[in-house]
């Protein structure tokens, strides 16, 4: 097996690579001599070195700056690994390659390999500067814990380079409940302003991940921002419409004034045509960037029981303007079963309820 796919889950690992037993042993040396050095100084030298360190930190903090728009740890197209049986483009690369092993990265791994996330996902931002903008990053989810380890992997290491301030809010459906993906990214919608006065909100497919670090995750106070439209599912071609599929950013003024998503399409399709719907409705029009870099990659799922198709999705996509007031934000029906905080990012677990025009189709003789 290459090295530079290999993750040690007893050394840790750093961008992929496994750490050096000699390095480590080194390391251990030099940690112990200045141990040693520091008990002979004496109980008066190491107060004057704290003292000093609270008054170095203070000094950075009267100096920190905003920011620069353009963030100088940009490093251009993110390398991607993911396992051939994951990858659309499989058959355009080498099939020879060896199954890549100990990938993705578990929970606990991601955590220890971004040091500097707080409790709950969140990340407030670089040392030597302050972040221009914070951003929500809203996931809905369910029984796609390895799509989620892939996701949770790169996304830190993107929103980091961009020196944002962020949480990940993964919004889980618990129960037996067809798939809502509308109701799912609401609550968390709702979830996210109670906690954090947020200046953008990204909803975002869990199966999906941005190949260039140079892919703006911020909002356009004008503009509702498609950040993904080329997927190489599609060969990096837009399939145009109305859609605004797999990754979309709104303001919260943008959000609540779409009323957020509908919360009445069950299974898979129809949310995001009807959010399209929504926008065009509003003052706000659909940006996308069309630069070359702008390219996600779309992880490979099985068909989930749980997610079928909606059969009639495209009836209620034709009444989307007359069902944009009473039915989204304002109607949100969801009950909070638990919220699990764990390093990497914060879970939200959600029941779903029917809407009524399902209940109604079901019940009819």
């Not at 931002?125 to 029984?143: E, H, L």
């Not at 830190?156 to 798939?179: D, K, M, N, P, W």
């Not at 949100?332 to 309820?353: A, C, E, G, Q």
Request: positive net charge; charged residues 25%.
């Amino acid at each position: 097996m290459n090295e530079w796919v290999q993750v040690s889950r007893k050394q840790g690992f750093v961008d992929g690579a496994k750490v050096d037993e000699t390095v480590t042993d080194c390391l251990n040396v030099t940690i112990k001599r200045d141990k040693a050095i520091g008990t002979l100084s004496g109980n008066v030298q190491n107060i004057t070195e704290k003292n000093g360190t609270k008054m170095e930190q203070e000094n950075v903090k009267k100096k920190k700056e905003m920011c620069p728009t353009i963030s100088p740890l940009l490093k251009g197209p993110i390398s991607i690994l993911i396992n051939l049986e994951l990858d659309y483009n499989a058959k355009k690369t080498n099939t020879s390659k060896p199954p890549l092993q100990n990938w993705p990265p578990t929970l606990e791994e991601v955590a220890v390999h971004y040091k500097d996330l707080k409790l709950g996902g969140s990340y407030a931002g670089p040392r030597d500067c302050k972040c221009k903008t914070s951003v929500a990053v809203i996931v809905p989810f369910r029984d796609r814990e390895m799509h989620l380890r892939y996701f949770l992997y790169y996304i830190h290491q993107l929103l980091q380079r961009q020196q944002l301030c962020y949480q990940i809010i993964v919004a889980e459906q618990v129960g037996s409940e067809t798939f809502n993906k509308g109701q799912l990214m609401n609550s968390a919608f709702v979830y996210a302003n109670r906690s954090t006065n947020f200046d953008c909100f990204i909803f975002h497919d869990v199966d999906v991940i941005a190949e260039d670090d140079r892919i703006p995750y911020t909002c356009n106070s004008d503009h509702v921002y498609h950040l993904a439209p080329y997927l190489d599912k599609f060969n990096y071609k837009w399939g145009g419409y109305l859609t605004v599929c797999a990754a979309l950013a709104f303001t919260k003024e943008q959000f609540t004034a779409v009323n957020g998503y509908s919360g009445e399409f069950v299974g898979w399709g129809g949310e995001d045509d009807d959010m399209g719907v929504r926008i065009k409705s509003t003052k706000y029009t659909v940006s996308r960037l069309k630069e070359n870099y702008i390219r996600f990659k779309m992880i490979k799922h099985n068909s989930d029981k749980g997610n079928p198709k909606n059969p009639r999705r495209l009836n209620r996509l034709r009444l989307a303007h007359e069902r944009m007031k009473e039915d989204g934000l304002s109607s949100l029906n969801t009950s909070t079963v638990d919220v699990i905080k764990y390093m990497t990012h914060t879970r939200l677990k959600l029941k779903t309820f029917m809407p009524k025009y399902v209940k109604e189709v079901l019940n009819r003789p």
